[in-house]
């Protein structure tokens, strides 16, 4: 579910479809919303989804985080084909992560 900035460049660079949850160990609000990302994560899975989750943390990927313009956490951010079509800042219910998911539909 972790993934590490250099994986991710490459998914990007291949046009997946990715949604990340861009987080820090020490966030409140990043602690409250990993659980519902990661149920989220395992249904698109389970349902043959091709949208794949993963989070990141910044505190290990500072330099990665300040090039995608990451300012506060937690931060979502969605990639297909290769470009950014998702950017939403702060704390998210289970409703708007499945809406973010549609958007790749």
């Known amino acids: ?15 997946e479809k990715l949604l990340i949850d861009f987080h820090a160990k020490w966030c409140g609000p990043c602690k409250m919303m990993k659980p519902t990302f990661e149920k989220i994560s395992e249904e698109i899975k389970n349902g043959g989804s091709d949208v794949q989750m993963y989070t990141m943390d910044v505190e290990l ?38 809406e973010m998911v549609g958007k790749f539909n």
């Open 61 to 98: 990927n500072k330099e990665f985080a300040r090039e995608l313009g990451i300012r506060s956490i937690p931060t979502i951010k969605g990639f297909s084909n290769g470009d950014e079509i998702i950017s939403e800042a702060g704390l998210k219910q289970e409703d708007t992560i499945l």
């Open 1 to 15: 579910m972790e993934i590490t900035s250099e994986i991710l460049k490459e998914k990007i660079n291949n046009g």
